[in-house]
């Protein structure tokens, strides 16, 4: 076992306990922080794969500014375990049994594609992931749909100053 | 054996290089708190601590004792993990970003030549900036734990200024990037250490000045430091710490002060060099230590300018800090990276 090997496996384990905690805790904020949790451990996994912008955007963006705002509103709320409103059993059952569909689609999904039968992931190998790369690739041969979804970003920061607006 | 097959030499280098940086910053922050003490002191007319020791210089050491031998108390109705987690991590993300400072150049010991930087990533803005942004959870996650409406009121207004400043922050450190054209905090430096090239302040002068006062804003410090605003919450989001915690906390904003200072200095003001002269020339040992003192001197300098700051002007009121967030530092960010992009283009012909 080399030492990514068990890099691998310990962010795997971190990655997996983390997602299990975020719907098993009690409180609200005590899932946003394990969600963090998750988070890091993704972003090592990019750092394995040698896509070190990914992960530190990654980090940036959803630990450093979309969670921000999750704890914002739940703290600001005040939810706390008593005033989550119970749910029914058979919503529960309901939930399990389509999120096991859900992951049953998915494992058959990857399973059965021809590109990835029999090829393992490159790991510390491979450059597409350093920031020089995949910005040439960005503003070379994928410049529409980049400036695309910068419009769709723009559009909605509108529609968020133009909901914010009281009046 | 080959489980564990690399360099474990590196690894022991590595090692020692971060116990030195920690505990330097740790040894700086404790005597940045006596010199805020004396320069406030000064800016008053008053002399300032001078007991304990020859001019007070053992007075850090007696605050530190002080705290450690405090009772620890934690509030019943505090929520205890997070209580506890909270000043970690803080001090934690006040620690992290000295792993990618270039803190001199390399010397060589035992035939070995030694990077004085822990990791010479080529991402180390970014990096800088993500820690950063993580930054904010320590106060979040404490002011939250302690159950109290005042620490829960500073710890979202924290937040609120942590992510406004972060906006104009990361905007200037772009027009930085265009001049560059490296995200590696060491090539910055070292462009800016080459014959003939001036220090990035000479290009971007209006990008400094806003990274500075962002930086005011994330490090809590006066005008910005609301989260701390003792008129109207108390004490602010570590109202119910006490002991070393609280000391944590404290202690992570003078950690933080430091980490800022030498980002600035490597970012704006040449990182190691010194001007006029040219290091190549001396032997590397000397180079890298004279390039250490050189950096030390910037960090001291924009640390008293930090503290001068502090106590020379007065506290903004939230609606004001709000607006010179979005509404002044925003647009004169993207003036300056429009401003930049424009001249860069317009050099290359």
Known sequence: MSIIQILFSFLTVLALFGAIMVLV?????????????????????????NAQFLAIVNLIVYAGAIMVLFLFVIMLMNLNAESEPRKHLWMKFAGVISGGCFLMVLVSLIRQTVELTGKTVLMKEGNIGLIKNLGKALFSDYVVPFELSSVLFLSAMVGAVVIGKKD | ??????????????????????????????????AERKVAAILQDRPGPNRAGPFGLLQPFADGLKLIMKEEIIPNSASKALFILGPGLAMTAALMTCSVIPWSSHVELF???????????NIGILYIFGVVSLGVYGIMIGGWASNNKFSLMAALRGASQ????????????????????????????????????????????????????????????????????????????????????????????????????AVMACLFFG??????????????????????????????????????????????RYDQLMNVGWKKLIPLALFNMLLTGALILWKQG
Request: aromatic content about 14%.
């Open chain 1, 25 to 49: 805790s009690k409180n609200p904020v005590h899932s946003v922080l394990w969600l963090i949790t998750v988070f890091f451990a993704i972003s090592g996994h990019y750092i394995l794969l």
């Open chain 2, 1 to 34: 054996m080959t489980l564990l097959a690399f360099d474990w030499i590196l690894m022991v280098e590595k090692l020692i290089l971060i116990a030195i940086i920690v505990f330097a910053s740790l040894g700086i922050a404790l005597y940045t708190t006596f």
């Open chain 2, 111 to 121: 035939d070995r030549k030694i990077d004085l930087q822990i990791a010479d990533i």
């Open chain 2, 162 to 261: 942590a992510i406004s400043y972060e906006l104009a922050m990361g905007l200037s450190l772009i027009a930085v990037l265009m001049i560059s054209g490296s995200l590696s905090l060491k090539t910055i430096v070292e462009e800016q250490m080459d014959a003939g090239s001036l220090w990035n302040i000479a290009y971007q002068p209006l990008g400094f000045v806003i990274f500075f006062i962002c930086a005011l804003a994330e490090c809590n410090r006066t005008p910005f430091d609301l989260p701390e605003a003792e008129n109207e919450l108390n004490f602010g989001y570590h109202q119910e710490y006490s002991s070393m915690k609280l000391g944590f906390y404290l202690f992570s904003e003078y950690i933080n002060m430091i980490m800022s200072s």
């Open chain 2, 271 to 316: 990182g190691y060099d010194i001007p006029f002269l040219n290091e190549a020339k001396l032997a590397p040992n000397i180079a890298a230590i004279l390039g250490l003192l050189a950096l030390l001197t910037k960090i001291v300098i924009f640390i008293f300018v930090f503290m001068w700051i502090r106590w020379t002007i007065p506290r903004f």
